[in-house]
């Protein structure tokens, strides 16, 4: 293995011809599972289920519906689109890959163009991810802490991750000597997925919970927070999952600097703040119980954004693959993205 496969081991989301495998990420870390779409409607409900998770991935695999649709014909093609688009509103990659898709069958693109092209999107991906580890990585210093939240490694991506891929350049260049991952209720997709995908690839981490972050960075074991997005503003502001706000402010307070990691394709200029972000809400029952079992008295309710947004003046850089931009604004943001 080369330097960067050392710490890389997962994919995700698999292209198999004729239908499209996905690791099952609401089984780990103790069972994995893939489950095969063969067509479009079974690609949308895997990202409504979060069998597949991550809003690289999510665009990844929407890519790969509409292809499953093509291979079917242009009627399947036509109700496949909107379909795929509904599954998940926050995360601006799934309407970038689709728009991209749909730009191709404007053009005339056949099946096999178009899986030409839902492949070229994924090695993008993963290219993007590995370029954004480096950029990254040189902006934390030496021997740092690092906290992390959610999961934005390969289950989230096509491979290396964006945060995680930060961590993952970070640990192979001596730069991080400690990792922390916040546990991110409800679905622990912190303690489930990033705690796996670290220990299964040799890189030690710390679990704590989401309530412990605060007292953790007064601590100064930690000096970066690094996050991903599923939405970037036009002024920099950001969509991540929910509980990023409060590690955003707590970081200020505690003087850690604040770092998010996402490909070009999650920046959305159309989008002039964080304040026009849709914000996904999902079902209550998921705050109202744990692993099937409630845990909240009988007729209690549940407020459940899944998201929320940072606004840019919380932020120290956002990192793509097109490079850095240090203390965001509008201003910031056009110059590179405009």
């Given at each position: 293995?080369?330097?960067?496969?050392?710490?890389?081991?997962?994919?995700?989301?698999?292209?198999?011809?004729?239908?499209?495998?996905?690791?099952?990420?609401?089984?780990?870390?103790?069972?994995?599972?893939?489950?095969?779409?063969?067509?479009?409607?079974?690609?949308?409900?895997?990202?409504?289920?979060?069998?597949?998770?991550?809003?690289?991935?999510?665009?990844?695999?929407?890519?790969?519906?509409?292809?499953?649709?093509?291979?079917r014909?242009?009627?399947?093609?036509?109700?496949?689109?909107?379909?795929?688009?509904?599954?998940?509103?926050?995360?601006?990659?799934?309407?970038?890959?689709?728009?991209?898709?749909?730009?191709?069958?404007?053009?005339g693109?056949?099946?096999?163009?178009?899986?030409?092209?839902?492949?070229?999107i994924?090695?993008?991906?993963?290219?993007?991810?590995?370029?954004?580890?480096?950029?990254?990585?040189?902006?934390?210093?030496?021997?740092?802490?690092?906290?992390?939240?959610?999961?934005?490694?390969?289950l989230?991506?096509?491979?290396?991750?964006?945060?995680?891929?930060?961590i993952?350049?970070?640990?192979g260049?001596?730069?991080?000597?400690?990792?922390?991952?916040?546990?991110?209720?409800?679905?622990?997709?912190?303690?489930?997925l990033?705690?796996?995908?670290?220990?299964?690839?040799?890189?030690?981490?710390?679990?704590?919970?989401d309530?412990?972050?605060?007292?953790?960075?007064?601590?100064?074991?930690?000096?970066?927070?690094?996050?991903?997005a599923?939405?970037?503003?036009?002024?920099?502001d950001?969509?991540?999952?929910?509980?990023?706000?409060?590690?955003?402010?707590?970081?200020?307070?505690?003087?850690?600097?604040?770092?998010?990691?996402?490909?070009?394709?999650?920046?959305?200029?159309?989008?002039?703040?964080?304040?026009?972000?849709?914000?996904?809400?999902?079902?209550?029952?998921?705050?109202?119980?744990?692993?099937?079992?409630?845990?909240?008295v009988?007729?209690?309710?549940?407020?459940?954004?899944?998201?929320?947004?940072?606004?840019?003046?919380?932020?120290?850089?956002?990192?793509?693959?097109?490079?850095?931009?240090?203390?965001p604004?509008?201003?910031?943001?056009q110059?590179?993205?405009?």
């Amino acid at each position: 293995m080369n330097d960067l496969d050392s710490h890389d081991s997962i994919r995700a989301v698999l292209w198999r011809g004729d239908r499209l495998r996905l690791l099952d990420q609401r089984k780990l870390p103790f069972v994995e599972d893939y489950i095969d779409c063969t067509t479009a409607a079974q690609v949308a409900q895997a990202i409504r289920d979060l069998v597949v998770r991550g809003a690289p991935a999510i665009g990844i695999s929407a890519a790969w519906g509409v292809v499953l649709a093509a291979q079917r014909g242009r009627d399947a093609v036509d109700a496949a689109l909107p379909m795929l688009r509904a599954a998940r509103p926050t995360a601006v990659n799934l309407m970038w890959a689709l728009d991209r898709m749909q730009r191709r069958i404007t053009e005339g693109a056949d099946a096999p163009a178009l899986e030409r092209e839902a492949q070229q999107i994924q090695d993008e991906d993963l290219a993007a991810n590995r370029h954004m580890g480096e950029l990254g990585a040189s902006l934390l210093g030496e021997s740092v802490g690092v906290m992390t939240h959610c999961n934005t490694g390969s289950l989230a991506t096509a491979g290396y991750g964006t945060a995680l891929g930060v961590i993952r350049a970070g640990v192979g260049g001596g730069r991080i000597s400690r990792v922390f991952a916040g546990e991110t209720r409800p679905w622990l997709q912190g303690a489930r997925l990033t705690m796996w995908e670290l220990m299964r690839d040799g890189i030690p981490a710390t679990l704590v919970s989401d309530s412990a972050a605060a007292h953790l960075m007064k601590s100064g074991q930690v000096q970066w927070v690094v996050v991903g997005a599923d939405r970037i503003a036009a002024n920099g502001d950001v969509a991540n999952k929910i509980g990023t706000y409060q590690l955003a402010i707590s970081a200020r307070h505690h003087g850690v600097r604040f770092m998010v990691v996402a490909p070009a394709s999650t920046v959305d200029m159309a989008t002039v703040s964080g304040d026009d972000i849709e914000i996904e809400m999902r079902d209550s029952s998921e705050l109202l119980a744990h692993s099937g079992q409630r845990t909240v008295v009988d007729g209690a309710v549940a407020w459940n954004p899944v998201f929320d947004v940072t606004p840019a003046g919380l932020i120290d850089a956002i990192v793509t693959e097109r490079g850095v931009i240090e203390k965001p604004d509008a201003s910031r943001m056009q110059a590179m993205f405009g």
